[in-house]
């Protein structure tokens, strides 16, 4: 039985989370798949961050939600050498939920998406601006697919937050339990969580 006439699916919440935003071609639309942004607006190559700082981005996630794979998409630049690199999922507050297996030397070529899974499921248990990140220690860290806002985005309006920024340093296999200090970052990378 449905209130909302012959369509049996999920409602979206609001359209500016639905399509074009989590429009993803040949993804069914009752699959749980979110990106921060457009894929047709990822389209800058964005410097890499400093290695062993994590580049994060703030994604809408709804109660009830449950991520298990993140997904980065590296730029024109490979890695070169890595010692240490990860995805890992934060709620509104940084506090860390879970992240993936540290991929060590493993190599991240450029122009090549990285899907990995979670340590373990992470249901939302509120709506809000997680955060998903990266991090990458090498001599020449990845650039990373994205968007290039003219300026960071941070206090575009009142109690608004930066839609990319960087927190840590000198960060290796594990990702720190809370962000910490944020600083506001100039680049938006795609991330699509699933």
Known sequence: MTVHGRYTGVLADSPVFDTPYNALPGV?????????????????????????????????????????????????????NPTHWWHALYDPDGLLLAQTADQAAAGWAAATTKRLPLSKPVKATRAGWYIAATMTAAATVQSLAGAAPLAATAGVHTGSKPAGVTFGAGLTAAAPAVTGAQAAAAKVPLVVVS
């Open 28 to 80: 069914d639309r009752d699959s749980f798949v979110r990106t921060n942004i457009p894929v047709w607006a990822a389209t800058a190559d964005l410097d890499a961050a400093a290695s062993g700082a994590a580049i994060g981005v703030r994604i809408w996630l709804v109660r009830g939600d449950v991520v298990t794979n993140l997904a980065f998409n590296s730029g024109a630049t490979a890695a070169a």
